[in-house]
């Protein structure tokens, strides 16, 4: 996990609400899941050479092109969010904190970026909040701005895992959504507007199975390099089980057989050579 060293309160009257109770937060289980484990998985996945360009797809504040930059120092970091005030705030916070990101508002099914410029493309728990009628046009995007032979890689929850089933089970109950306000909420075809979006952007909140994400991406061009699931640890967790249940979703993930009942999936995605 990427500890910064300047965490300001707000900027300019911004505070991100992922930044200031997730990451800012006194939740183990949010840190270790949100700000370690998944943004982990794509940092291992990138292969650094000089000139490197990666584009965070849905980068809400930068904190994964911040851990890029911070571990392979001279890469040319791009993001794109729909939630305007939350890039401006991971603008000016990346500056406070010696990164050199570049973060703006736009939309993914239309990126904002030349044809071939990209070597990587990332994007962690995002594709979700897509609308399904969209997400093969924004796999087609991705593999637009990719160079040949780049990467996409991905985190999304799987939508038959455990934890995921679960969630979205209590998520329809109002009493349920009280006693644990992480739940997610029933979302209509219209989705939801979200915190820091000013512009009208709305998005949803559905899984894609395992299955489902690998047709889309082969559909949309992409070569499927790597695909498993990984993370047994419900975001609820208390701090006090933590540790224990580390050294338990430790040993599930090391037995290949229970990886389709883990919480989140990713995807290794080449665009093929010309």
Same mark, same amino acid.
């Given at each position: 996990?990427?500890? &910064?060293?300047?965490?300001?309160?707000?900027?300019?009257?911004?505070?991100?609400?992922?930044?200031?109770?997730?990451?800012?937060?006194?939740?183990?289980?949010?840190?270790?899941?949100?700000?370690?484990?998944?943004? +982990?998985?794509?940092?291992?996945?990138?292969?650094?050479?000089?000139?490197?360009?990666?584009?965070?797809?849905?980068?809400?504040?930068?904190? %994964? &092109?911040?851990?890029?930059?911070?571990?392979?120092?001279?890469?040319?970091?791009?993001?794109?969010?729909?939630?305007?005030?939350?890039?401006?705030?991971? $603008?000016? +916070?990346?500056? !406070?904190?010696?990164?050199?990101?570049?973060? *703006?508002?736009?939309?993914?099914?239309?990126?904002?970026?030349?044809?071939?410029?990209?070597?990587?493309?990332?994007?962690? *728990?995002?594709?979700?909040?897509?609308?399904?009628?969209?997400?093969?046009?924004?796999?087609? *995007?991705?593999?637009?701005? +990719?160079?040949?032979?780049?990467? @996409?890689?991905? #985190?999304?929850?799987?939508?038959?895992?455990?934890?995921?089933?679960?969630?979205?089970?209590?998520?329809?109950?109002?009493?349920?959504?009280?006693?644990?306000?992480?739940?997610?909420?029933?979302?209509?075809?219209?989705?939801?507007?979200?915190?820091?979006? #000013?512009?009208?952007?709305?998005?949803?909140?559905?899984?894609? !199975?395992?299955? !489902?994400?690998?047709?889309?991406?082969?559909?949309?061009?992409?070569?499927?390099?790597?695909? $498993?699931?990984?993370?047994?640890?419900? *975001?609820?967790?208390?701090?006090?089980? &933590?540790?224990? @249940?580390?050294?338990?979703?430790?040993? %599930?993930?090391? +037995?290949?057989?229970?990886?389709?009942?883990?919480?989140?999936?990713?995807?290794?995605?080449?665009?093929?050579?010309?």
């Amino acid at each position: 996990m990427l500890e &910064l060293k300047v965490k300001p309160k707000q900027i300019d009257g911004i505070t991100p609400y992922l930044y200031d109770v997730w990451y800012c937060g006194d939740k183990k289980a949010l840190k270790y899941i949100e700000y370690h484990r998944r943004p +982990l998985k794509i940092i291992e996945n990138i292969n650094y050479f000089t000139g490197l360009k990666v584009l965070d797809i849905g980068c809400d504040w930068g904190y %994964l &092109l911040m851990w890029i930059q911070h571990q392979f120092h001279d890469v040319a970091c791009y993001g794109i969010d729909i939630s305007d005030k939350n890039v401006e705030f991971g $603008n000016k +916070l990346a500056r !406070s904190n010696g990164y050199n990101i570049h973060l *703006e508002y736009g939309n993914a099914n239309k990126l904002p970026h030349e044809d071939n410029f990209f070597d990587y493309v990332v994007c962690t *728990e995002t594709f979700e909040h897509f609308f399904p009628p969209e997400r093969i046009n924004i796999l087609e *995007e991705c593999y637009r701005v +990719l160079k040949s032979e780049g990467y @996409l890689l991905m #985190t999304t929850p799987n939508k038959w895992g455990i934890a995921e089933i679960v969630k979205q089970f209590l998520g329809k109950y109002n009493i349920a959504r009280r006693l644990i306000p992480m739940l997610p909420h029933p979302v209509g075809k219209e989705g939801f507007k979200i915190e820091g979006a #000013t512009k009208g952007d709305r998005m949803t909140n559905i899984p894609e !199975s395992i299955k !489902s994400l690998r047709r889309k991406a082969e559909k949309a061009g992409f070569t499927v390099i790597n695909q $498993n699931a990984f993370i047994f640890i419900p *975001e609820i967790t208390p701090n006090c089980l &933590l540790n224990f @249940l580390c050294i338990v979703e430790t040993a %599930l993930e090391r +037995l290949k057989v229970f990886n389709f009942l883990a919480t989140t999936q990713y995807i290794i995605l080449k665009k093929p050579p010309k």
